[in-house]
């Protein structure tokens, strides 16, 4: 089924933006009574029906809700450093999105060449993957924030900065986070963190984690990074559902 | 410091490929007395320095070797359908060599839609992301291979299927596979596998496995795959090497 991003949904009808509603009309040619999803980025799934397929301004009838649709039991925010290779930095997002990452922070660390992002771009990446992967909640983008500064102002019950640097221990992620903790995770840039913002992490509560031997891309440590919190937390099973 | 490939290397002098020549002597601009990396594809990482920079035929004199370099105590083998968007699946392949993977199957399943892969192009894929991520074994990529020939001729001591189908049971890899093992895992097209498919790979030895709660593209499913494994063999802690 369709899924359609509705961020300001309050009432039984909800008219679609300009976008969605062309997107829906135009693109998919969608009539009168056909059922759709609709995701309002802060944890509900609806169902509704199309009422008036209006190319401009969409309405749908909302059926029924579903209120913390699949909610984690815990919070990723992950901060990383802006990519010189801005493909590369976007598909980070795409990919840390579609598994489940909360808040996404682009850190300015010593060695970031290329400090920018396209930020309205990404928030519209981040809305496709979430559509596109059945995700309610949308991961919030932060503005570009020196290293130093973040490391001052943000906190949470688990702080990592996963680094290759081979002058100071680290320990890989499954023996450093516990399941349910909400954590932060810094990613650096190509050349990775300098010893003195791996210093300065770890004077502020941070713990030095590795993410294996392998040397990673940043946006395959950021993925990985994130595929590690999820794998933590994944349920032992999912059952067969009855019919 | 560079690498280059050089998989027929069995002498203390090396040719490099008229490729490799060329991007070292005209693009790198390498001169004689440069230090530079080969690796053979075989598990070998040699040093060696430049003797002739001849654009055609660079010739380096081998310093020293490490057999065995960043040996994993485990062998993955991922037989996934190849996909409609083949920018998706060769970003697949760039991903899951440079976390590690020894083969690559592409599996044409019921619902692949299109079957045909760019072996070639994709083994050029696989070069660069292994000298990129500094791997000493080249991924072995097999031919399309159909889905009831593969689970009949391939073996491994640990085998799972990966899947979304509500009708089966389904465990996570981390309740699964024991590190150490050798595996090989199954990830299916965007529609996923049918459940005819699914039970036949139950049949035959594989266990029902899920890759969490998300809704994860074909690529993503193959990447997480990957990663899984490498996350549940990576060593506790790697200390901090003294100078």
Redesign the interface.
Same mark, same amino acid.
């Given at each position: 089924m369709h899924i359609f991003f509705a961020p300001d949904i309050t009432d039984k009808y909800y008219s679609l933006d300009e976008k969605e509603s062309r997107h829906c009309v135009k693109v998919l040619r969608m009539k009168k009574g056909t059922i759709v999803n609709l995701i309002d980025g802060r944890g509900s799934l609806f169902e509704g029906v199309i009422q008036e397929p209006d190319s401009r301004r969409c309405i749908i009838e909302i059926t029924s809700v579903t209120n913390d649709f699949?909610k984690r039991d815990y919070s990723l925010h992950i901060a990383i450093s802006p990519l010189k290779n801005m493909e590369r930095f976007e598909?980070f997002i795409e990919?840390s999105v579609?598994? %489940?990452v909360d808040e996404i922070t682009p850190v300015i660390c010593s060695r970031t060449e290329k400090p920018g992002i396209k930020s309205e771009r990404i928030k519209g990446l981040i809305i496709s993957a979430m559509k @596109?992967? =059945? &995700?309610t909640r949308l991961t919030l983008l932060q503005e570009p924030v020196n290293f130093e500064e973040f490391i001052n102002y943000v906190n949470s019950e688990s702080l990592m900065i996963a680094h290759c640097s081979?002058?100071?221990? +680290? &320990?890989?992620?499954?023996?450093t986070y516990k399941k349910g903790e909400d954590t932060v995770i810094l990613i650096g840039p190509e050349g990775d963190f300098t010893n003195d913002e791996i210093s300065l992490a770890l004077r502020n509560g941070y713990k030095s984690v590795?993410l %294996? &031997? *392998? +040397? =990673? +891309?940043s946006e395959?440590a950021g993925?990985?990074a994130c595929? *590690?919190i999820?794998? =933590?937390n @994944?349920?032992?099973?999912?059952?067969? @559902?009855k019919h």
């Open positions: 699949e598909w990919k579609e598994i %489940g @596109q992967s =059945l &995700k081979n002058d100071i221990d +680290r &320990k890989s992620i499954k023996d590795h %294996g &031997k *392998s +040397r =990673l +891309r395959t993925v990985a595929h *590690s999820y794998f =933590l @994944q349920e032992e099973s999912i059952p067969e @559902q």
